[in-house]
C-alpha cells in the first residue's frame, strides 16, 4: 500500500505516519502489536516527538489505540468503521469513475492494463504487498482523472483507514479481483458511466464481502442497501 505524505512539503511527522501506515496496511505491522516509541525512533533515525505526533494521526484514522499504562497498538478491526467506510467508498468511488469515464483516453486505457499486467505478475510471484501497492496504482490511475482533485483527496483519505491487511495472501480474492479490474477497463473503453459505475460497485461489493469474511469466519449480508440495518 503506498502513501503520498511522504512527498511535497511533508513535514517529519507526515513521512512517518506515512511509513507506520504503510507497514500496518501491508500486514508489516500485524493487528494488535503494541508499538514502542523508542524503537520506532531508532528504526526512523528521527526523535522520539515526531514519532508520537505520527502515532496520535493514526489514532484519529483508527488505525492504533492507545490505552491506559499499556501503550500503543495497532487497532483491531472495527466493523462498525469499516463497514461505514464501504458505503462511503462505494458511493464516492463510482461517481468519481462517472466522471473519469468522460475523461479517460486511449493512452489511460493502455496504462490501466499495464497496471492490470503487473499486478498478475505480483500475484504469480506470491508478493501481496506488491499487489496491493498496485492494486492502489490502478484505482487512482482513475480517480485521478475525474477532474475534482479534492474529490480524490477525500477518496484517498477512506483508503488510508481500510483494513487492506486484512485481504492480504488472499489468493482466490485477488484472482477474483483481476477478473473485476479487467471488466472495470473495458466497461471504461466502451465509455458507458453507467456500466463503470455497476463495475465499480460490484468489486468494491465484493472486495469488502471477501475481506468481512476471512476476518470474521462468515459472511454477512451487505450494509449497502437502503433497506439493511
Not at 103 to 127: C, T, Y
Amino acid at each position: 500500500m503506498t502513501t503520498r505524505a511522504g512527498t511535497g512539503g511533508a513535514t517529519k511527522k507526515d513521512k512517518i505516519a506515512a511509513e507506520l501506515r504503510r507497514r500496518i496496511l501491508t500486514g508489516q505491522l500485524p493487528r494488535g502489536v503494541r508499538l514502542r516509541q523508542d524503537q520506532l525512533a531508532r528504526e526512523l533515525s528521527t526523535s522520539i516527538t515526531p514519532v508520537r505526533e505520527a502515532m496520535r494521526v493514526l489514532e484519529a484514522e483508527g488505525l492504533l489505540v492507545s490505552e491506559s499504562h499499556k501503550g500503543v497498538r495497532v487497532a483491531g478491526l472495527d466493523l462498525e468503521r469499516t463497514k461505514g467506510t464501504y458505503i462511503v467508498r462505494r458511493l464516492v468511488e463510482s461517481y468519481a469513475m462517472r466522471r473519469a469515464t468522460l475523461r479517460f483516453s486511449r493512452l489511460d486505457l493502455a496504462q490501466a492494463r499495464g497496471l492490470i499486467e503487473q499486478m498478475q505478475q505480483a500475484l504469480d510471484a506470491a508478493d501481496p504487498a506488491r499487489y496491493q501497492e498496485l492494486n492502489e496504482r490502478f484505482h487512482f490511475h482513475f480517480y485521478e482523472r475525474c477532474g475534482v482533485p479534492s474529490l480524490c483527496d477525500e477518496i484517498r483519505a477512506t483508503w488510508q483507514s481500510f483494513p487492506w491487511d486484512l485481504s492480504l495472501e488472499s489468493l482466490d480474492r485477488s484472482a477474483a479481483s483481476q477478473a473485476e479490474h479487467t471488466a472495470i477497463v473495458d466497461a471504461m473503453a466502451v465509455g458507458d458511466p453507467d456500466l463503470v459505475a455497476q463495475a465499480t460497485e460490484q468489486h468494491i461489493a465484493h472486495g469488502f464481502a471477501a475481506l468481512i469474511e476471512r476476518a470474521t469466519g462468515t459472511r454477512r449480508p451487505d450494509p449497502f442497501p437502503l433497506e439493511a440495518d
